[in-house]
């Protein structure tokens, strides 16, 4: 993974981009009050719809999902929304009103930013296009494409001259296929979507490991064949709706990296619990894995201690309050230094902490010059990111973001010379 960057900032910058996020993304602006009678099956009902409008102000209308379902309800269209994970809907099912239909805490134009999500139309991940608005208490509202909603569960939209928007719901589709997979959850873990129950892949092993190490107290893998989900992509289908499904249950995709065998894999990470996505090459077959790590706390912030094995150099995971993923040490040096040790940092936490607005740049490199150490130089690495050099008598330190077979991380690096 190679990324370009012009100082440390901005490369810790690019971690965010892994994050969620709540700036406004590329889409979002102003959504146009767009009230109006809609006729369905011949009779106008009215709708409290918005609308953005393209370079030539030709508007694209967007609805509550509620709303559609709650006029629909008694026509062939009917549909229920439910919640498992990520939006549900069941064709040709009665919808259960919940009071909420039909009106709105605002009116008049509103800014909204991007809400595009995969729905889960009777058992299988649908992309629409949608758009969230926030009334005046923080609370947000989904207003997806009304042309989505019509493709995706069978009625017609349209437009005429003299009749405007119109509905029709012949033709509408049928109930779902109750053997058809639903979203279901690992039994170990209650909050994390079940890949093979979601595509209908049998799950071949599972692996546990109770002893842990240093960074993670418990791990199991989920093993599946990894030609039956080839056969799911060949069919059309996607991946897409798992991962957000992951996402949707509160684990954010917080990194990717390919592996010494050339598979690339996807990490996703809620809290302490870290999720790993993709192929791997296990006893010899090619597999498709889902790796769920129970993660080592991280210590309070605030702490000042130092490196065991370095007893001047602040211990950064321990003033900072993270975890300490892994570290190394190298003896050979090329006649350069005779030892290096490498401490190393995950990119979800340093998110974090940009997140929080802790400037760890500046306070580390203090915490440094607080120990004797001196700002001497900074390099950009072959991957793009800018690193910083301290030193004191034949002892140096460097910390930066950099590309490893497991992903971005955070390094802080001992060299004695």
């Known amino acids: 993974m190679k990324k370009k960057a012009l100082s440390l900032a901005l490369s810790l910058l690019m971690v965010l981009s892994l994050l969620p996020v709540t700036a406004l993304a590329a889409g979002d602006g102003t959504a146009f009050a767009s009230t109006q009678n809609v006729e369905v099956d011949g009779q106008p009902v009215q709708f409290q719809m918005y609308a953005l409008k393209d370079a030539n102000g030709n508007p694209t209308n967007y609805v509550k999902l509620r709303d559609v379902a709650h006029v629909l309800n008694s026509t062939p269209a009917k549909f229920y929304v439910g919640w498992d994970g990520a939006i549900t809907i069941t064709t040709g099912t009665a919808y259960q009103d919940t009071g909420s239909e ?4 605002y009116s008049g134009d509103r800014a909204y930013r991007d809400g595009a999500q995969t729905v889960m139309v009777n058992g299988a991940g649908r992309q629409m296009n949608a758009i969230i608005l926030t009334d005046d208490q923080g609370g947000d509202y989904t207003y997806f494409k009304l042309r989505d909603l019509g493709e995706a569960l069978g009625f017609k939209v349209d437009w005429a001259e003299g009749r405007g928007v119109f509905i029709e719901t012949a033709g509408a589709s049928q109930p779902v296929d109750p053997a058809k997979p639903t979203v279901t959850y690992y039994q170990e873990y209650p909050d994390l979507p079940d890949f093979g129950a979601y595509y209908g892949v049998p799950l071949l092993e599972a692996f546990v490991d109770d002893e842990g190490s240093f960074d993670y107290e418990k791990s199991i893998i989920y093993i599946y064949d990894a030609d039956q989900v080839e056969s799911i992509l060949n069919q059309g289908g996607n991946l897409d709706g798992y991962l957000n499904l992951l996402e949707a249950s509160g684990y954010p995709l917080t990194d990717s990296f390919e592996d010494s065998d050339g598979f690339t894999t996807l990490v996703f990470q809620k809290e302490n619990r870290q999720v790993m996505v993709g192929l791997s090459l296990l006893s010899n077959q090619v597999r498709f894995a889902i ?3 129970e993660l080592t706390a991280a210590p309070p912030a605030g702490t000042l201690a130092y490196y065991q094995d370095a007893p001047d150099v602040p211990d950064f995971g321990a003033y900072f309050g993270i975890r300490l993923e892994d570290s ?4 050979n040096g090329g006649g350069l230094y005779n030892k290096g040790t490498a401490y190393i940092y995950g990119a979800y936490d340093i998110g974090s902490l940009l997140d929080q607005g802790v400037d760890f740049v500046s306070g580390y490199a203090s915490l440094l010059e607080a120990n004797g150490y001196r700002y001497t130089d ?3 690495s072959d991957d793009g990111y800018t690193t910083m050099v301290f030193e004191k008598g034949n002892r ?6 950099g590309d490893m077979t497991s992903g971005t991380k955070f390094l802080v690096m001992v060299i004695d010379h």
């Open 396 to 401: 140096g330190v460097m910390f930066g973001l």
């Open 102 to 105: 039909m009106t709105t805490p």
């Open 328 to 331: 190394y040490v190298d003896y």
């Open 378 to 380: 900074n390099f950009v």
């Open 291 to 293: 790796y769920v790590f």
